[in-house]
């Protein structure tokens, strides 16, 4: 996130030098793709390089210590980087994220999202794969779901807005007593303030989502704009572009219309936990 942020300003910069990339590399003698990867977050920056590309923008003084600190802060390894035993890099890059993150919106289709899971629930549901993880493997990745949970339920704790696909709550995972125990989960916190809960019911018919989920995070800086983050078997992908933005934003909004609201939703959530 703050490589991100790092990024932007830099970007935002250049333009108001009226310098190209071109010109920047020209003048440090690199590569112009050099300058395009600092400005897109795709590669870290060091501190001599941008001490140079300061210069090069005559950047001084308070503005240019904020942006030296930025850059050290980037270089930090997040509390994630200690699961990189049992998660792959591409996920770590999410939860970077989702840790500066304010808010949070997902739509969920089949399972239900990791902020919400109760470990038994993640382990019949982690039994299943192809490539069944280890016991021990296991346990490592319910710590780092756990850990994951604590925005919850921090002093400045995560907005979070999820509406799930009827199916999530309708399919049986890891037996009758931790299915019920995970429905009665989601109840519970769908109680607390920050956390609004939202089941899309099948009577709600054909709606804009059909073809999968996704995660919308916003940020509280207004430099960072709302990303859309979608994940599939082997990795994921992150939308930045105003116009992609906004569209998931619009199905996310029209979602939430055709969804129970969240009284409705604890309702139905009793029922099924009876019926398992």
């Avoid at 920047?24 to 590309?53: F, K, M, N």
């Avoid at 339920?153 to 995560?158: R, V």
């Avoid at 996310?252 to 969240?262: M, Y």
């Amino acid at each position: 996130m703050r490589r991100r942020r790092l990024a932007s300003e830099l970007r935002r910069i250049r333009k108001e030098a009226g310098l190209t990339a071109e010109a920047v590399a020209e003048r440090l003698e690199l590569d112009p793709s050099w300058v395009s990867r600092i400005e897109t977050g795709r590669r870290g920056i060091r501190t001599i390089d941008l001490r140079a590309l300061l210069d090069v923008y005559d950047i001084h003084g308070s503005a240019r210590d904020e942006l030296l600190n930025l850059a050290r802060q980037a270089r930090q390894r997040g509390w994630w980087h200690s699961f990189g035993d049992v998660i792959p890099e591409w996920f770590q890059a999410f939860v970077g994220l989702e840790a500066e993150a304010s808010e949070l919106r997902s739509y969920d289709t089949e399972l239900v999202p990791g902020l919400l899971q109760t470990p038994d629930y993640y382990r019949g549901y982690i039994r299943t794969a192809p490539m069944a993880s280890s016991p021990e493997e296991i346990d490592r990745k319910i710590d780092f779901r756990q850990a994951r949970q604590a925005r919850l339920t921090d002093s400045n704790p995560l907005q979070l807005w999820v509406v799930m696909n009827e199916a999530v709550i309708r399919r049986p995972v890891g037996g009758q007593t931790t299915m019920q125990a995970q429905l009665r989960h989601l109840a519970e916190t769908s109680e607390r303030p920050n956390v609004t809960l939202q089941v899309l019911p099948f009577a709600a018919g054909p709606h804009p989502a059909m073809d999968g989920g996704f995660v919308v995070l916003g940020f509280p800086e207004a430099p960072d704009p709302d990303v859309v983050y979608l994940e599939n078997q082997v990795g994921s992908l992150y939308l930045e572009e105003p116009t992609a933005v906004d569209r998931y934003n619009l199905v996310f909004n029209h979602l939430r219309a055709k969804a129970l609201d969240p009284d409705q939703t604890r309702s139905l959530l009793a029922q099924v936990a009876r019926e398992a």
